[in-house]
């Protein structure tokens, strides 16, 4: 089973738009990880977000955790077309531990 | 590209086979993971191996084995193949003890079952 949930399921935008897509997990985590995957390949790895941390960010990308609700967001800024791709969160609960992954929102971002 | 290989990249099978996939770890990473994505989901984790040995298995019956080598790169093998087991396997490789866990995919192999 997946740990946890993420909304939407799918969302689309016009280039230059943001978007956010949030994730809801379910357990205590040591920490959250943010993979984008293009056309059902290998998953690239956007940003980790340690339990500790409230917040982070990476050029166009801002990661908040809010570990009280158990939920992140992800916010991609001034998005363009080669955004376009599924988003997952995954969590892992220790180290050394398995990811465990949401189901993704398949985001399309229109020129 | 993170460095993680995996072969083939693509593969068609019939029910009831046997099958083997392969990964290559990235340079200094001594664990691999493996997943299973079914169309439309996010990964499954399947197991993970360091220093050759399983460590942790996630909801796989048997018939999902695995080997990781002295180099580090891993097999994935699956007997009695299912339709089911149509989906694309992915392999992660990261460095144990490391303090964040990160783990680097390799671009997957997509299997068919007919």
């Known amino acids: 089973s997946q740990q946890g949930e993420e909304d939407p399921q799918a969302l689309s935008i016009q280039e230059g738009e943001n978007a956010t897509m949030n994730c809801s997990y379910k357990?205590?985590?040591?920490?959250l990880q943010w993979y984008r995957q293009n056309s059902g390949r290998g998953l690239v790895h956007l940003i980790l977000?340690?339990?500790?941390?409230r917040e982070k960010h990476s050029g166009r990308l801002r990661v908040t955790l809010d570990t009280s609700k158990k939920s992140s967001s992800l916010l991609i800024t001034a998005s363009r077309a080669a955004d376009t791709a599924s988003y997952f969160c995954?969590?892992?609960?220790?180290?050394?531990?398995?990811?465990?992954f949401g189901q993704g929102t398949e985001l399309s971002v229109k020129p | 590209e993170t460095g993680v290989t995996q072969s083939p990249t693509h593969l068609i099978k019939t029910r009831g086979q046997q099958v083997t996939l392969r990964c290559s770890s990235q340079?200094?990473?001594?664990?691999v993971s493996w997943y299973q994505q079914a169309l439309g989901q996010g990964p499954q984790f399947i197991f993970q191996?360091?220093?050759?040995?399983?460590?942790g298995r996630g909801n796989f019956p048997p018939r999902f084995s695995g080997l990781q080598f002295p180099n580090y790169s891993s097999e994935l093998n699956v007997n009695a193949l299912e339709l089911d087991d149509s989906a694309l396997y992915l392999c992660?490789?990261?460095?144990?003890?490391?303090?964040?866990?990160?783990?680097?995919f390799g671009p997957g192999t997509r299997l068919t079952v007919l």
């Open positions: 992660a490789s990261s460095q144990a003890g490391g303090p964040y866990n990160e783990q680097f």
């Open positions: 995954a969590t892992i609960y220790n180290q050394g531990g398995k990811l465990i």
């Open positions: 977000i340690r339990s500790n941390e």
């Open positions: 340079s200094g990473h001594n664990t």
């Open positions: 191996y360091y220093r050759e040995e399983e460590n």
């Open positions: 357990t205590s985590i040591n920490n």
